[in-house]
């Protein structure tokens, strides 16, 4: 299930240089980025939380019962996992199936505590117990599972190109002698690495907002990433930068979390299934995701290994 897109995009976020800088001012593009769409965008939806949730024999929920739940997200892919940079409000696909988790879990807003958590620190921030679930398009694979665990998968993503609007790289075969960047600790930027795309550079950064102004910039010819996230950086860059390319891998997105806490793993699929089902997260994905012009796909179906 690759995203398609259906419609002229219909919502254009804020401009890359502007969401290092701006402040929430009135007028300010961030605050065209919140109403920009808003005739054709549904609201997000609201999730009724389970105040008698339990989850027994799950460590984590034991320490968290109660309290607060710590999520690890990202904060600059919009449409996924995005943080307003004046008013710190989150938004995106990521960040509503954190929040109806959260809620079946018994944890309401006030009680939700998100963390920005870049690619490369998320297996240790797990492991380690700095966040109880990580919700950030997180590629579920056998060598992420040797150190945590994943519930979901609850999208289907693939690897693709952002390049200028005026470039001539059509797919990945073009990247020959060409500078590539991608985020450190990816899936996109160890596949990109392979000699068979001959690459002249593959410059790794800390989150791919840096590699799409790297674009923007033209110090490097393309960014590689999942296309859910190229098409925030293009809506928000449009007639500057654009997506090329058939997806070239499949990236099923799964909610990181501790390896052995296979209880916690069990809620997560439940409440991911029933709000696939309830269709919350049609919703979700229609207020997030779908405002750039992007029909929802179908749910994919939980894997409960
Ligand atoms: N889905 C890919 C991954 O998990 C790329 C996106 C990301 O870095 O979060 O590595």
């Known amino acids: ?32 980025a919140d109403k ?7 609201p997000v939806p609201t999730y009724k939380v389970n105040t008698a949730a339990d989850v027994k024999d799950s460590p984590v929920f034991e320490k968290i019962k109660g309290k607060t739940i710590t999520i690890g997200t990202k904060a600059d892919q919009p449409g996924l996992g995005f943080e307003h940079p004046g008013t710190k409000k989150r938004s995106g696909f990521d960040v509503e199936i ?9 944890f309401d807003e006030a009680h939700i505590k998100f963390q920005t958590i870049p690619s490369e620190a998320r297996e240790t921030q797990i492991a380690s117990g700095g966040v109880d679930l990580y919700v950030g398009t997180y590629t579920i694979n056998d060598e992420r599972k040797k150190q945590v665990g994943f519930g979901g998968p609850y999208f289907i993503a693939g690897q693709s190109l952002l390049v ?21 600790g990816s899936t996109p930027l160890k596949r990109i690495k392979d000699p068979k795309y001959g690459a002249a550079e593959v ?16 110090t490097v010819d393309a960014l590689t990433t999942d296309d859910s996230i190229l098409m925030g950086y293009a809506a928000e860059n449009k007639g500057a930068l654009k997506v090329v390319g058939q ?12 390896k052995d806490d296979k209880a916690l793993r069990d809620a997560v699929n439940n409440a991911l299934e029933a709000h696939m089902k309830n269709g919350d997260w049609k919703k979700a994905f229609d207020a997030t995701l779908g405002r750039s012009g992007v029909a929802a796909p179908n749910p994919p179906a939980v894997d409960r290994y």
């Open 247 to 258: 997806p070239f891998s499949k990236e099923p997105y799964g909610v990181g979390l501790k």
């Open 203 to 218: 410059k790794a950064q800390q989150g791919y907002q840096l590699c799409a102004q790297e674009v923007v910039n033209g």
């Open 1 to 32: 299930m690759m995203l398609r897109k259906t419609a002229a995009a219909a919502a254009v976020v804020l401009a890359l240089t502007a969401s290092a800088t701006a402040c929430g001012k009135s007028g300010s593009p961030d605050d065209k």
């Open 164 to 184: 200028k609007a005026d470039s001539d790289i059509k797919g990945p075969d073009d990247l020959k002698g060409k500078k590539v960047c991608s985020a450190t």
């Open 98 to 106: 954190a929040r109806m988790i959260a809620a079946d879990l018994g």
């Open 36 to 42: 920009a769409g808003d005739k054709a965008a549904p």
